[in-house]
T-cell receptor
Framework: GAGVSQSPSNKVTEKGKDVELRCDPI?????LYWYRQSLGQGLEFLIY????????KSGLPSDRFSAERTGGSVSTLTIQRTQQEDSAVYLC?????????????FGSGTRLTVV | AQRVTQPEKLLSVFKGAPVELKCNYS??????LFWYVQYSRQRLQLLLR??SRESIKGFTADLNKGETSFHLKKPFAQEEDSAMYYC????????????FGKGTKLSVIP
């Protein structure tokens, strides 16, 4: 596609429920990243996928968070048993490759509110 | 591990006044540094990168390896510059992820 697409744009969920956030990267971009943007905390790295390599999950805050990327394209970030502190904007970005720090293109994000 | 520090959460300046958004980093190697900007209700986008040595929308940033800084400057602020600014570091070796500072909200007062 023309840009990185994320859905839903907004999600309100009850504490304890599971949520799935979707990211559709730019066609041909092999690298895909998830970040969390919280007020006053900036952008926090969550997970990174590059081609068929094992993902870098070093940023996931707990085992309630997981992500997968199917067919090297669409990615889904899943948060199980959501907590209020999970409320944030979840950003996805893609780039052509791992060596291109400048090439990140960000989606518009999913605003998650846990009530 | 790399770290990016933006000491100011909020910076308010009058229109026409000079702007300097501070960024300091720590990294053992030779990184690439970037400034990203997020205007109200828009997605995060790249503003400039240090290796390009370019001026975008009147903004410049010089990498000072001695002081490990990459401050963003503009001589005359405009109202449309009001936005959230993030400094980011990309390591040339090791992990392949951008590390962001916590951001500075720039408010230009008319």
């Amino acid at each position: 596609g023309a840009g990185v697409s994320q859905s839903p744009s907004n999600k309100v969920t009850e504490k304890g429920k599971d949520v799935e956030l979707r990211c559709d990267p730019i066609s041909g971009h092999t690298a895909l990243y998830w970040y969390r943007q919280s007020l006053g905390q900036g952008l926090e790295f969550l997970i990174y996928f590059q081609g068929n390599s094992a993902p870098d999950k070093s940023g996931l805050p707990s085992d309630r968070f997981s992500a997968e990327r199917t067919g090297g394209s669409v990615s889904t970030l899943t948060i199980q048993r959501t907590q209020q502190e999970d409320s944030a904007v979840y950003l996805c970005a893609s780039s052509r490759g791992t060596g291109e720090g400048y090439g990140y293109t960000f989606g518009s994000g999913t605003r998650l509110t846990v009530v | 591990a790399q770290r990016v520090t933006q000491p100011e959460k909020l910076l308010s300046v009058f229109k026409g006044a000079p702007v300097e958004l501070k960024c300091n980093y720590s990294y053992s190697g030779s990184p690439e540094l970037f400034w990203y900007v997020q205007y109200s209700r828009q997605r995060l986008q790249l503003l400039l990168r240090h290796i390009s040595r370019e001026s975008i929308k009147g903004f410049t940033a010089d990498l000072n390896k001695g002081e490990t800084s990459f401050h963003l400057k503009k001589p005359f602020a405009q109202e449309e510059d009001s936005a959230m600014y993030y400094c980011a570091l990309f390591p040339r070796a090791g992990s392949y992820q951008l590390t962001f500072g916590k951001g500075t909200k720039l408010s230009v007062i008319p």
